[in-house]
């Protein structure tokens, strides 16, 4: 069974750092991208980067590039999105997908629970 | 930075057929977006439906469907069902970057 179990709920002060996690298990974890999708409280879902955990190479979205650092470590089939200074409108609720990336699919299928990231002073 | 819109809400009755549709602000859009579908409701994690504009995952009911319509990703789903009362979302790819659409709630009634 395909399962992505993320990392529990944090509460930290602005300033702070903070790396998430999400580990996949039930498939081969080199094979497939890992996302990351934001969604602030009662508002959308925003895209925010992919990683290939086979060769680590990432891609970010334009508007969240510099920002948070995705990364992956394969030898414990797990992907990390990580900030080096939070600020409040970090808040949110943060989810890992599994994405299937080639040449003629794009398909995002199994997500994980969703991480709960607070920043509040 | 692209923008990509939805519907804000749409209402349909039970058994109805209702047709939710995704537009970017690059142009039309076409099948190499490969547009997804997504369905959240109230306090879970989002649901995939539909992958590379038409394909359904093995867990999608067969009332959804996925296509192209007058340039636009589209989403209908035909014969729906209370529980299908929810939030959807379209997801874009293109040239190594997804946005997420807007959004649209559907009301079941």
């Known amino acids: 069974e395909v399962q992505l179990v993320q990392s529990g709920a944090e509460v930290k002060k602005p300033g702070e750092s903070l790396k998430i996690s999400c580990q996949g298990s039930g498939y081969s974890f080199t094979r497939y991208w890992i996302g990351w999708v934001r969604q602030k409280p009662g508002k959308g879902l925003e895209w925010m980067g992919i990683i290939y955990p086979g060769d680590s190479e990432t891609r970010y979205s334009p508007s969240l590039q510099g920002q948070v650092t995705i990364s992956a470590d394969k030898s414990v089939s797990t992907a990390y999105l990580q900030w080096r200074t939070l600020k409040a409108s970090d808040t949110a609720m943060y989810y890992c997908?599994?994405?299937?990336?080639?040449?003629?699919?794009?398909?995002?299928?199994?997500w994980g629970q969703g991480t709960l990231v607070t920043v509040s002073s | 930075q692209t923008v990509v819109t939805q519907e804000p809400s749409l209402t349909v009755s039970p058994g109805g057929t209702v047709t939710l549709t995704c537009a970017s602000s690059t142009g039309a859009v076409t099948s190499g977006y490969y547009p997804n579908w997504f369905q959240q409701k109230p306090g879970q994690a989002p649901r995939a439906l539909i992958y590379?504009?038409?394909n359904k995952h093995s867990w999608t009911p067969a009332r959804f469907s996925g296509s192209l319509l007058g340039g636009k990703a589209a989403l209908t789903l035909s014969g729906v069902q209370p529980e299908d009362e929810a939030e959807y979302y379209c997801?874009?790819?293109?040239?190594?970057?997804?946005?997420f659409g807007t959004g649209t709630k559907v009301t079941v009634l």
């Open positions: 997801l874009l790819y293109h040239g190594g970057e997804g946005v």
């Open positions: 590379s504009t038409n």
């Open positions: 997908a599994r994405t299937d990336v080639d040449i003629s699919n794009f398909a995002s299928d199994y």
